[in-house]
């Protein structure tokens, strides 16, 4: 079963501090990455056109693995409170530095490098390696190893082709109707309106070959507010409410993330 979901640009209005935002977005990009969702797509629901820059960045930022940040994001406004971040530490993060302990058919990310005219690609040992494949010098690439310690040579590899779980994608969309639309396979619409969760309608999903996109609505608005009377036009879209008989006025969006998908998850893996 893979996993995405979709959140508004609006996600961090109640917050008005950059710290705090800062922080919000670091418990979804931690929520999401425990449970292995394969893209985010962030969706524009108003004017938060700098809230939606600050949220895209910061979860591209924190995907990226430590050695490569410096190389891949320049000093700006938007990470000047990087340090209160709290690290993934997902499969692709946690790589030994040693080349002594590269093994064949290990994967790495790294970025693209140039050298005297050839191409060479660095990712976090005391060596560069040389590299033959289609990536653009000073972009992200995915290797694996054709060979361990001492040739080391690798080859330049999908992330889809890896069986470990590799980090989330960040992809923005001009609003959630067109995003709906273009969508290949289930939807789940959170909503204290929908029809409450149930574990037969869960394993619908969990048990389906087709993706799922989870839909989470923003602070001010819920996705009915959202859609107005086009949320009846969207196909293959189930509304369902995670969180009945609420006591809390309003569930928080980063609550709302754990808690749909530590559901999800209990049925996926029962």
């Known amino acids: 079963m893979k996993l995405s979901v979709a959140i508004p640009e609006s996600a961090l209005s109640d917050d008005s501090l950059k710290i705090d935002k800062t922080r919000k977005i670091s418990v979804l990009a931690r929520a999401c990455s425990i449970f292995k969702i394969d893209t985010i797509y962030v969706y524009q629901d108003g004017n938060n056109k700098q809230d939606g820059s600050l949220l895209i960045m910061i979860l591209k930022y924190l995907e990226t693995p430590q050695f490569l940040r410096r190389r891949l994001f320049p000093k700006m406004n938007d990470l000047k409170f990087a340090g209160v971040l709290q690290p993934l530490k997902i499969p ?3 790589t030994p ?4 302990k590269i093994n064949s058919g290990d994967v790495r990310e790294g970025i693209v490098i140039s050298i005297k005219g050839k191409k060479f690609v660095d ?3 005391n060596q560069l390696l040389q590299f033959f494949g289609t990536t653009s010098i000073g972009k992200r690439v995915t290797v694996q190893f054709k060979e361990g310690y001492p040739k080391l040579s690798v080859k330049e590899i999908n992330k889809n082709e890896v069986p470990d779980y590799w980090g989330y994608s960040v992809k923005e969309r001009a609003n959630l109707f067109s995003l709906l639309n273009e969508w290949k396979g289930n939807i789940i619409i959170t909503s204290r309106k929908g029809k409450t969760a149930t574990k037969e309608q869960i394993s619908k999903y969990t048990k389906s070959e087709q993706p799922t996109l989870i839909v989470f609505g923003s602070p001010e608005k819920g996705v009915h507010e959202i ?3 086009r949320i ?3 196909q293959n879209a189930k509304i369902l409410n995670f969180f009945p008989d609420q006591a809390t006025q309003t569930v928080r969006l980063e609550e709302a ?6 559901i999800i998850n209990a049925q996926r893996t029962s």
């Open 97 to 100: 530095a040693n080349s002594k």
């Open 232 to 234: 009846k036009n969207i």
């Open 227 to 229: 859609l107005g009377g």
């Open 92 to 94: 692709s993060h946690i």
């Open 123 to 125: 990712v976090g040992i």
């Open 257 to 262: 993330l754990l808690g749909t998908l530590a």
